[in-house]
T-cell receptor
Framework: DARVTQTPRHKVTEMGQEVTMRCQPILGHNTVFWYRQTMMQGLELLAYFRNRAPLDDSGMPKDRFSAEMPDATLATLKIQPSEPRDSAVYFC???????????FGPGTRLTVL | AQSVTQLGSHVSVSEGALVLLRCNYSSSVPPYLFWYVQYPNQGLQLLLKYTSAATLVKGINGFEAEFKKSETSFHLTKPSAHMSDAAEYFCAVRVSSGGYNKLIFGAGTRLAVHP
């Protein structure tokens, strides 16, 4: 049963520290999405990759967030430096571009103190 | 701009009762619409999708939704609620922008099922 995996599942850190979240998309999928979920803003799209190339990161705060896909099996989302307002659940999702479904990972719950 | 609006952030039903979760869309082109479910501490899971074929779409776990163009609605229903249906439900519309397709999600409706 193929699934999107995310690590870590929970992360507590202090303001100013670097945070790296990892995602392993489902093998064969050619698109990867990063989302952030908060009570106030709901689900927000942060970044989108197609065939490992970043096509849209307009949803990310450029000065502190970065997203990469070093290879087809790994996507990373990095926050440096982290701030309390970054506290949220971050989801990765993958899919095939020509189909209409995204498969979500279980999320990383980030708390920045 | 394409968007979805979910009416009611919280819905509570009795076990065995009808479930009705409302979603209205705004789109200048024929929309692709989706319902996702999120169980506690999990990611979103696709329940069903409308892609301009049959207007009545059946999904997993006994859920279905009907696309009504005249009402710009895509409400989610289930004839008989089960305790395990307690979760948050998201309606979404596919938007084509910048050369790719992305999903715009509604704010979500939290469904509570009581005995």
């Amino acid at each position: 049963d193929a699934r999107v995996t995310q690590t870590p599942r929970h992360k507590v850190t202090e303001m100013g520290q670097e945070v790296t979240m990892r995602c392993q998309p489902i093998l064969g999928h050619n698109t990867v999405f990063w989302y952030r979920q908060t009570m106030m803003q709901g689900l927000e799209l942060l970044a989108y990759f197609r065939n490992r190339a970043p096509l849209d990161d307009s949803g990310m705060p450029k000065d502190r967030f970065s997203a990469e896909m070093p290879d087809a099996t790994l996507a990373t989302l990095k926050i440096q430096p982290s701030e309390p307002r970054d506290s949220a659940v971050y989801f990765c999702a993958s899919g095939w571009e020509d189909r209409n479904e995204q498969f979500f990972g279980p999320g990383t719950r980030l708390t920045v103190l | 701009a394409q968007s979805v609006t979910q009416l009611g952030s919280h819905v509570s039903v009795s076990e065995g009762a009808l479930v009705l979760l409302r979603c209205n869309y705004s789109s200048s082109v024929p929309p692709y619409l989706f319902w996702y479910v999120q169980y506690p501490n999990q990611g979103l899971q696709l329940l069903l999708k409308y892609t301009s074929a049959a207007t009545l779409v059946k999904g997993i776990n006994g859920f279905e939704a009907e696309f009504k163009k005249s009402e710009t609605s895509f409400h989610l229903t289930k004839p008989s609620a089960h305790m395990s249906d307690a979760a948050e439900y998201f309606c979404a519309v596919r938007v084509s922008s910048g050369g790719y397709n992305k999903l715009i999600f509604g704010a979500g409706t939290r469904l509570a099922v009581h005995p």
